[in-house]
């Protein structure tokens, strides 16, 4: 139990995890402000795709069998 408690924080303390977490907290002070640009949301939006992109295919991996 604690062995996958620590993986799960250190996968959290990813340099993916930690952008990804950055740019969640930006957005929602600038939506607070309602200055949310155009360029802002489309980088939101690719970062955001792209990190439940990547866990997604990392469940899909795991569930075929080949994350093993």
């Known amino acids: 139990m604690r062995e996958m408690i620590g993986r799960r924080l250190g996968n959290l303390l990813s340099v993916k995890s930690l952008v990804t977490l950055a740019l969640t907290v930006v957005f929602a002070v600038m939506a ?3 200055a ?10 690719v ?20 994350g093993q």
């Open 32 to 34: 607070l402000r309602g």
């Open 47 to 66: 970062v955001i795709a792209f990190y439940f992109g990547t866990q997604s295919q990392k469940v899909q991996e795991v569930l075929d069998g080949g």
């Open 36 to 45: 949310i640009s155009q360029d802002f949301m489309t980088v939101y939006a």
